[in-house]
């Protein structure tokens, strides 16, 4: 059963204030080398079969939001 | 300046509703094949030097909860 993983991410020009909050909690924490820190979405979809442009469609309609996300996938198995 | 992707994943025996709730959606869209969905989170460190135990001990304190999830990490460039 192929496993597809999709990676979502917020547009680099976009603020991450998440990512931004676990990066102040990290040099707090004493770890001064986090420079900056962004949080995306890592999406595992187990399909009974593989079709590149439905996972893509999926991504368009439902698992991104295309005006402020990027995404990627890659099949794994 | 090295980028380093995490990747946090909920125990598979844990039950994941936000990804179930996904993947009921991806079906009444149409996409029967979507068998099983699964949500994780990516993680992605800017940092100005790179020391795999430092980033272990980050995962292990705060980027993942070691009860429920698992994570593992990539050197991206």
């Known amino acids: 059963m192929p496993l597809v993983r999709v990676y979502v991410s917020l547009k680099p020009q976009l603020l991450d204030s998440a990512g931004r ?14 420079e900056d820190v962004r949080i995306g979405k890592m ?9 590149e442009a ?3 469609e999926m991504c368009d309609k439902l ?3 295309p005006v402020i996300e990027t995404y990627r996938f890659e099949v794994v198995e």
């Open 21 to 34: 909050t676990v990066g102040d909690a990290l040099k707090s924490l004493g770890y001064a080398e986090a």
């Open 54 to 56: 439905r996972v893509r």
């Open 43 to 51: 999406i595992e979809l187990n399909l009974t079969s593989f079709d």
């Open 63 to 65: 698992l991104a939001n």
